[in-house]
């Protein structure tokens, strides 16, 4: 089993930035893609970005440009940089974690951003 602690939402006004935070316990060898996920009231879960460990990333098109994903592999930790945060970015932002064929979750946390 792999556990997972997220850390680092909050509020913030429109144009401000927060950073995300996650890190692995537990099954952490052979980790493979990291990544965030986020999902608004009343909306599906939706993939935010992704980094493999070799550094590989990918993000969805509404967060391009503003937000950045990186791995740190010896903490077994990803991290979301988010700046120019919108109206539109709030959400419950979740940790994902690829191991093997299994996915792990955190707890999600809160981004909150006001007009």
């Known amino acids: 089993q792999v556990q997972l602690v997220e850390s680092g939402g909050g509020l913030v006004q429109a144009g401000g930035s927060l950073r995300l935070s996650c890190a692995a316990s537990?099954?952490?060898?052979?980790?493979?893609?990291m990544g965030w996920y986020r999902q608004a009231p009343g909306k599906q879960r939706e993939l935010v970005a992704t980094?493999?460990?070799?550094?590989?990333?990918n993000y969805s098109d509404s967060v391009k440009g503003r937000f950045t994903i990186s791995r740190d592999n010896a903490k077994n930790t990803v991290y979301l940089q988010m700046n120019s945060l919108k109206p539109e970015d709030t959400a419950v932002y979740y940790c994902?974690?690829?191991?093997?064929?299994?996915?792990?979750w955190g707890q999600g946390t809160q981004v909150t951003v006001s007009s």
């Open positions: 537990g099954r952490v060898s052979s980790i493979n893609a």
């Open positions: 994902n974690v690829r191991r093997w064929v299994s996915d792990y």
């Open positions: 980094i493999t460990p070799g550094g590989s990333t």
